[in-house]
């Protein structure tokens, strides 16, 4: 099992900027990609960044240009750096780790609340 902590939400204004952390730790062996998906009110889950073993990054377009996908692998911790934050960005953020050992698996974090609001 693999467990998921986020930190780093909370309520920041329009343009405003906030750094989201997610800590892995269990059985983390296997895993080949990390990232971060938010679901707003009403909407399905979507996906946000994402960052494989390999360094390779993927963003959402909505983001591309505002947010940044890092991570510190001595210390299994991917990181959101989102920047100019609009209202349409408030949602809960998750984040996700995918595990490829026989089988892929993905594991989820509790969800941490980011509100863009003047």
């Known amino acids: 099992q693999v467990q998921l902590v986020e930190s780093g939400g909370g309520l920041v204004h329009p343009g405003g900027s906030l750094r989201l952390s997610c800590a892995a730790s269990?059985?983390?062996?296997?895993?080949?990609?990390m990232g971060w998906y938010r679901q707003a009110p009403g909407k399905q889950r979507e996906l946000v960044a994402t960052i494989r073993r390999s360094d390779a990054t993927n963003y959402a377009d909505s983001v591309k240009g505002r947010f940044t996908i890092s991570k510190d692998s001595a210390n299994n911790t991917v990181y959101l750096q989102m920047s100019s934050l609009k209202p349409e960005d408030t949602a809960v953020y998750y984040c996700?780790?995918?595990?490829?050992?026989?089988?892929?698996?993905?594991?989820w974090g509790q969800g941490t609340q980011v509100t863009v609001s003047s």
């Open positions: 269990g059985s983390i062996f296997g895993i080949i990609s």
């Open positions: 996700n780790a995918e595990q490829q050992l026989i089988h892929t698996r993905n594991y």
